[in-house]
């Protein structure tokens, strides 16, 4: 295994890519990308603490929220062995905020999500780093991934 951090433009930006593509309707519909995206290995815990398998998430409907009707922002990336890289996001949908980490494997020259985990945000974290960021805003809480 190479050891080097994910510092590329290129390879951060197709996991940016690739996050925001789980989040749209079209992954949902296009079945061979879906799996695609999805490592062999993949899984998740939901906003809501529920253990999620790739099987789960493979065989889910597709979503009815098409990706601008989301805003993604604070985008970090953290240092993991490489080809695994690391990146955590704020979410904001229209009922609704949420924090995001998610491990991805760059191995192929793609990015193939192998792990996601979710967290609410409530109205009052988001008040308070509203306070301390001078944004203002009001969210609420809801259901996700």
């Not at 050891?3 to 296009?30: C, F, H, M, N, Y």
């Not at 793609?110 to 780093?129: C, K, L, M, P």
């Amino acid at each position: 295994m190479t050891e080097r951090a994910t510092s590329d433009p290129q390879e951060r930006q197709r996991v940016i890519s690739a996050e925001t593509a789980l989040w749209t309707s079209a992954a949902g519909k296009d079945r061979q990308r879906l799996e695609w995206l999805l490592h062999e290995d993949f899984s998740a815990i939901t906003c809501d603490g529920d253990a999620v398998s790739r099987e789960a998430v493979a065989g889910s409907t597709a979503r009815d929220v098409e990706v601008g009707d989301r805003t993604f922002s604070d985008w970090a990336f953290h240092e993991m062995p490489w080809p695994l890289v690391l990146v955590t996001y704020h979410l904001d949908e229209v009922d609704r905020c949420s924090r995001h980490m998610s491990i991805w494997d760059v191995s192929t020259g793609s990015a193939r999500i192998r792990f996601h985990q979710g967290t609410w945000v409530t109205e009052d974290e988001t008040a308070e780093a509203d306070v301390l960021t001078g944004a203002a805003s009001g969210h609420a809480t809801g259901h996700g991934m």
